[in-house]
């Protein structure tokens, strides 16, 4: 049984060291519902979580099963189905814990992420002035962050830099402005 600990140990803590230290392991990668094992997703069904689908936490609980195991045959000397019994919970609690926090982690993330969606109807300042032909840049609070967008006029005018404006549209990373005073002119006068 010690050989089994060992190769569980070896193989696990190995996908650990890889995943925190290189940055280039597996064990952050999950099995999604539609089975693609390249991406960074969790595997559900609905809203439910499967934590023993995910290889992350078969990761874990292979890394601790395996060191408890060694730590209690060799140093506590503890007999052997005590041994299986201890390490395999303690391998499955520690796999839930962290398969459970890095879960929660990559919500969160995702959560506070700027999507383009946020951007649009947003108020900006010009700080660089936008001219027909020539983008400027624009300012603008999301999220409690300060963001700097290059910037092109809806219309083609020009935009002189301390007017607010309103962004309209995205494209390739470049905000489309209209000035705030003709965006409410124009509702005004509909």
């Known amino acids: 049984m010690l050989a089994l600990y060992i190769i569980a140990a070896i193989v696990g803590g190995g996908l650990v060291f890889m995943t925190l230290f290189t940055g280039h392991g597996d064990a952050g990668h999950e ?19 499967l934590p023993f689908l995910s290889l992350r936490f078969w ?7 395996g060191l408890t195991g060694i730590s209690l045959a060799t140093i506590a000397k503890t007999i052997e189905p005590m041994t299986a019994l201890l390490s395999a919970g303690t391998g499955l609690g ?3 814990v962290v398969s459970f926090l890095l879960h929660w982690a990559r919500r969160m993330q995702a959560d506070n992420a700027t999507r383009s969606q946020d951007f649009l109807g947003r108020e900006a300042t010009v700080i660089v002035p936008i001219r027909p032909g020539l983008e400027g840049k624009v ?5 409690g ?3 700097e967008l290059l910037a092109l006029p809806y219309e083609e005018r020009e935009i002189a830099r301390e007017e607010n404006v309103v962004i ?8 489309r402005v209209i000035p705030r005073d003709e965006l409410l002119e124009n509702q005004n006068h509909a």
């Open 31 to 49: 099995v999604s519902a539609d089975h693609d094992v390249s991406g960074d997703h969790d595997f559900a069904h609905g809203d439910v979580w």
């Open 59 to 65: 990761t874990y609980f292979l890394m601790v099963f």
């Open 94 to 96: 520690v796999g839930l």
């Open 139 to 143: 300012r603008l609070q999301i999220k």
């Open 145 to 147: 962050e300060t963001i």
């Open 168 to 175: 309209v549209s995205l494209e390739n990373d470049r905000a």
